[in-house]
């Protein structure tokens, strides 16, 4: 059975950083893309980043590029987004999905949330 | 550009037809992938590629496209459709753009 669970999520202040983990099992993590989803309180989903199944190509969302980083460890079955100068607007479920071949978001983790607030 | 565009709200009837339509230059490029959403639960995927179903969703959902025009059909909606539907896509950067999603309401 697949199953993708995220933690490192929790209440930080503006400007602070987070680091978040997403396990992977079930499934052989270093064939597959990754992608960080997130979705703020009440409203839609929004596509935040992407990491190809070897690490060497990434993609980024305008509004955090420059400040998130992601990274993948393939013996450790593990995808990581690094969150710095986090932001107000940056408080959000953050969700890892797997990618599977038709570009598609197949699996989902059930989330971990990341607060950023004074 | 990479934005995709969503009717904010549709309802039906129990037991017709809805369509939900997501709207943007890159699906003239590449296919779109439907996510249904309930409250407090993680996406889940209900169509994919040209017109494909994940194992374990109903057949009555089907998609389809048209120019930059991707659809969600529900043939006979049930009250477990009643969610938040999202579509998504590539472009050529690398992005995968969300539309902002449609709550359906099925009366």
């Known amino acids: 059975e697949v199953q993708l669970v995220e933690s490192g999520g929790g209440l930080v202040q503006p400007g602070g950083s987070l680091r978040l983990s997403c396990a992977a099992s079930?499934?052989?993590?270093?064939?597959?893309?990754m992608n960080w989803v997130r979705q703020a309180p009440g409203k839609g989903l929004e596509w935040v980043s992407y990491?190809?199944?070897?690490?060497?190509?990434?993609y980024y969302a305008d509004s955090v590029k420059g400040r998130f980083t992601i990274s993948r460890d393939n013996a450790k079955n593990s995808l990581y987004l690094q969150m710095n100068s986090l932001r107000a607007e940056d408080t959000a479920v953050y969700y890892c999905?797997?990618?599977?071949?038709?570009?598609?978001?197949?699996?989902w983790g059930q989330g971990t949330l990341v607060t950023v607030s004074s | 550009s990479s934005e995709l565009t969503q009717d904010p709200a549709v309802s039906v009837a129990l037991g017709q037809t809805v369509r939900i339509t997501c709207q943007g230059d890159?699906?003239?490029?590449?296919?779109a992938s439907w996510y249904q959403q309930k409250p407090g639960q993680a996406p889940v995927l209900v169509i994919y590629g040209k017109n494909n179903r994940p194992s374990g969703i109903p057949d009555r959902f089907s998609g389809s496209s048209s120019g930059n025009t991707a659809s969600l059909t529900i043939t006979g909606a049930q009250a477990e459709d009643e969610a938040d539907y999202y579509c998504?896509?590539?472009?050529?950067?690398?992005?995968?753009?969300f539309g902002g999603g449609t709550q359906l309401t099925v009366l």
């Open positions: 990491i190809s199944s070897s690490g060497s190509t990434i």
């Open positions: 998504n896509s590539r472009d050529s950067s690398g992005n995968h753009p």
């Open positions: 999905a797997r990618e599977a071949v038709a570009g598609d978001f197949d699996y």
């Open positions: 890159s699906l003239r490029s590449y296919y």
């Open positions: 079930g499934f052989t993590f270093s064939s597959y893309e």
